[in-house]
């Protein structure tokens, strides 16, 4: 087993001496059939403002005390003592009793996080509204309660029957009720908002998939597109960068899709290794999704086509079911070329076949992947076309009298729906529209049929 155990101080970690910012952490990672690859977990740990200045890596089963063998667990001791570090990075998930026993092997003051912990403390520190703040203080006081728990166990054990320990687990629990009650009302206002924006003959697109596919980027492109007069990136409320949690709260714009008005919502993107509890608290990206009219699944072109189905398999069970159709975009076309965008094609098709065949409802919804980049701006018109074609559509033809109200009835028809022809006859007008079918039914209310 030795043989694929590695610990090295990072020869690439920046100099300390040099390095302005960001708290030094070890990763440790462990994988039971392969050499674990540390490239995720390091961006993670970036992304939380940490300056990765060794690892440990180990190919075994989990050990139940540290995750990692014992010795290995040491090593981890040793590097931190050698290189000052503050945090050791697990990629996984530790038991509280793990994170305690690894806690105490660890220098003084050294933070144990694992997987979950460094995802739910990079949301917490860039969250910016109101249900984000709540969805994530929520999140991480049910990954503390356990752990509060254990810790409480254990003083016990130690110091005759603390009453600080309970207090403290009493205390969490009352936030989480409270939290949970605040969620359910912003949830239902959600749900109101999508309802009122259907009504007023939106369609809901939403962007999805793993952190970094290009979601903001994409749906920035989108926009733009659709709004031609707009001052490109101006009022851009989607951030878009090179590293996990670009976006950190659902943000929506307007945009015209092929003549349909269209809400886009870019999401929080999807990763793997956490667990269903914490992904469920990303409870706005998935109502969001499972709502929509059609969920434009966002995917890394340039990622190899193993990593394509891992992550593809990540996203889609997270979701479990959606009512739209899922439109996938392989994204980041430029950096592949023509042979590898149809392996990854593959892929797509092939994981998403998998997971039918598993029963993930979603993966029913999945239509035929479009290859687009955002950067250079190729395929966003196969794009649009087709998601348009998977928005529910229906077609009516209505007459419009000459007169006072003429303009405004055909102003009303080009704002709502997809006007497909006009035709002025002697003694009106005749307009073939296609939208959402509430605004079709508006129309054929409105107007006379013919
Ligand atoms: N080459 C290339 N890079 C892209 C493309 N689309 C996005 N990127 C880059 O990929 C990185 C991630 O893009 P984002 O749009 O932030 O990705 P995201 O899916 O919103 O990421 P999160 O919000 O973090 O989940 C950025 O550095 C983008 O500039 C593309 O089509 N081609
Ligand atoms: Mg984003």
């Known amino acids: ?6 610990h090295s101080a990072d020869p690439d970690a920046p100099d300390p001496t040099t390095e302005r910012s960001g708290k030094r952490a070890l990763v440790a990672a462990r994988n039971a059939e392969t050499e674990p690859d540390t490239t995720e977990i390091r961006e993670l740990a970036a992304a939380t403002g940490y300056v990765v200045v060794g690892s440990v890596t180990q190919r075994r089963e989990e050990d139940p005390t540290y995750g990692l063998g014992r ?20 990629d996984g998930s530790l038991s509280p009793g793990q994170t305690f026993s690894l806690g105490e092997l660890l220098p003084a003051g050294v933070a144990v996080l694992d997987r979950p912990r460094i995802v739910l403390d990079r949301l917490a520190t860039a969250a910016d509204s109101r249900s984000a703040d709540i969805q994530f203080e929520l999140a991480q006081l049910r990954y503390e309660l356990p752990r509060l728990r254990e810790a409480a166990a254990r003083d016990r054990e130690t110091v005759r029957l603390r009453p600080e320990g309970r207090g403290r687990v009493l205390d969490l629990e009352r936030r989480i009720d409270t939290l949970e009650d605040a969620l359910e009302n912003i949830t239902a206002d959600r749900s109101q908002r999508r309802a009122e924006r ?3 003959g939106f369609d809901l697109v939403v962007a999805a998939g793993y952190t970094n596919a290009g979601k903001s980027q994409l749906c920035r492109r989108l926009a733009e597109s659709g709004n031609p007069d707009d001052d490109a990136g101006a009022d851009t409320p989607a951030s878009v960068a090179d590293r996990p949690f670009g976006t950190v709260a659902t943000s929506t714009t307007e945009a015209a899709l092929g003549g349909r008005r269209a809400l886009i919502t870019d999401t929080v993107g999807f990763i793997g290794g956490i667990s269903h509890e914490t992904v469920a608290s990303f409870r706005a990206t998935l109502e969001a999704i499972r709502d929509a009219d059609c969920v434009l699944l966002v995917i890394d072109a340039s990622d190899d086509p193993d990593t394509i189905r891992r992550k593809l398999r990540v996203v889609l069970s997270a979701v479990g079911s959606a009512s739209g159709a899922v439109v996938p975009a392989l994204n980041k076309g430029d950096r592949v070329d023509a042979t590898q965008l149809a392996a990854r094609t593959d892929a797509v098709e092939a994981a998403t076949a998998a997971l039918r065949d598993e029963d993930v409802a979603v993966a029913d919804a999945v239509r035929s992947p479009i290859p687009t980049s955002a950067r250079d701006g190729a395929g966003l018109d196969d794009l649009v076309t087709a998601v348009t074609a998977s928005l529910p559509t229906a077609t009516t033809t209505v007459t419009v009298s000459y007169g006072g109200g003429m303009e405004a009835a055909l102003s009303w028809a080009y704002d709502r729906g997809v006007v497909a022809d ?13 939208g959402r079918p509430s605004t079709v ?7 006379d049929q013919s």
Not at 80 to 89: G, I, P
Not at 441 to 447: I, Q, S
């Open 1 to 6: 087993m030795t043989d694929d155990d590695t």
């Open 71 to 90: 010795g290995r667990a040491e090593d981890l001791m040793r590097l931190a003592a050698t290189t000052d570090a503050e945090a050791v990075v697990y």
């Open 198 to 200: 259907r009504a007023a």
């Open 422 to 434: 006009v035709a002025y006859r002697n003694e009106d007008v005749r307009v073939d529209l296609a």
């Open 441 to 447: 039914d508006a129309a054929a209310r409105r107007f």
